[in-house]
């Protein structure tokens, strides 16, 4: 039997808007897909990272004050992080933790905090929360995610993740979220992968076949009926 081993990093410091939920969605698919799920969860932020035994790290959201603390441990890290971002390795960074790494992230005090600089991105704090629901085209695949999204960052980036078709996204400009190659930073809560079974399934999908050496073309899957419901909601307040 294969097996997933997931990284689940500082669940105690990033642990906003239940998504908590995601990293058992992420358990529950692989299961159905027949493999052996392991949760590893790096706990402190003096902790070791086991980089070859993770197939892929997991950041919840967490508030943009607790970021510097996690920039500073990741500081000794960064090579290997790197590393395992270029070599195709799967990072999921959800909400603000993704702004993590990006290249900085300006506060509304006025002073700056530097990224991993692994995204070509850059925040600015906000003044103000903003939320609504979030609904999303991705640019690669050209399926969607449904869900929701607090803001209190807004976002510049060259590299999105896809595009909104309702929600503000990165900064109500029609992006959303991030990508560099298998390292994903989106907006869109639920939890996500609750809301979006189908985006765990491809993930955990090419986490494997990527093990085993194997290339496939992402299917056009169909999301499930609370997909389509959640869709239809929106739909109704665009109008």
């Known amino acids: 039997m294969h097996k997933l081993t997931i990284g689940w990093m500082y669940p105690d410091l990033l642990n906003l808007h239940g998504e908590r939920g995601s990293v058992q969605a992420l358990v529950r698919t692989a299961e159905n897909l027949g493999l052996e799920a392991r949760v590893r969860r790096v706990e402190d932020l003096d902790d070791e990272i086991p980089f070859n035994e993770l197939d892929l790290l997991v950041f919840l959201p967490g508030e943009i004050k607790t970021l ?5 441990t990741l500081r000794p890290r960064e ?25 900085e992230i300006l ?10 600089g692994l995204l070509d991105l850059i ?34 980036t060259g590299m999105p993740l896809g595009r909104t078709l ?29 809301k ?3 985006f765990a399934e491809e993930l955990i999908k090419d986490i494997v076949l990527r093990r085993l050496g194997v290339e ?3 299917p056009n899957t169909l999301a499930d009926k609370s997909f389509d419901t959640t869709v239809r909601f929106i ?3 665009r109008a």
């Open 107 to 116: 506060r509304r005090d006025g002073s700056r905090m530097e990224g991993l």
């Open 196 to 198: 979006n079974p189908w």
């Open 235 to 237: 739909e109704t307040k």
């Open 79 to 103: 090579e290997k992080l790197r590393q395992y971002v270029e070599r195709g390795e799967t990072v999921v960074a959800i909400g603000p933790s993704g702004l993590l790494f990006g290249r």
């Open 166 to 194: 309702y929600g503000r996204g990165n900064n109500g400009t029609g992006a959303e979220g991030a990508r560099h190659r298998n390292l994903i930073y989106t907006n869109c809560l639920g939890p996500l992968f609750v």
């Open 123 to 156: 925040a600015r704090e906000r003044e103000l929360v903003w939320g609504d629901d979030l609904h999303v085209l991705l640019n690669d695949t050209k399926q969607e995610l449904a869900g929701c999204q607090i803001s209190m960052a807004d976002v510049e």
């Open 216 to 218: 496939r073309k992402r």
């Open 68 to 72: 510097s603390a996690i920039r500073e």
